[in-house]
């Protein structure tokens, strides 16, 4: 099993920046890749950024430019830099790790943007 806790969300302007952090414990050394996903009220939930254990990106193209996705592999981290934020950004924010056979889900956190 790998446990994952997210941390960073809060309220902010748009135009605005903030951080995601998400801590990987457990069974780590299972993990593949890792990335963030977003779920918006009565939207499905969306890939936003993800990165491997080579360092590769990928971002949605909603958040290309504004969003940087980075990894500290001796704190078993991954980290959203988002920046230039806008409303439509609001949304829960979740943190995903996957191995070869499964995947796993932070519990959250939420992320408000105010126009």
């Known amino acids: 099993q790998v446990q994952l806790v997210e941390s960073g969300g809060g309220l902010v302007q748009a135009g605005g920046s903030l951080r995601l952090s998400c801590g990987a414990s457990g069974r780590i050394f299972s993990i593949n890749s890792m990335g963030w996903y977003r779920q918006a009220p009565g939207k499905q939930r969306e890939m936003v950024a993800g990165?491997?254990?080579?360092?590769?990106?990928n971002y949605a193209d909603s958040v290309k430019g504004r969003f940087t996705i980075s990894r500290d592999n001796a704190k078993n981290t991954v980290y959203l830099q988002m920046n230039s934020l806008k409303p439509e950004d609001t949304a829960v924010y979740y943190c995903?790790?996957?191995?070869?056979?499964?995947?796993?889900w932070g519990q959250g956190t939420q992320v408000t943007v105010s126009s």
């Open positions: 995903n790790a996957r191995s070869s056979y499964t995947h796993y």
């Open positions: 990165i491997t254990n080579d360092g590769s990106t």
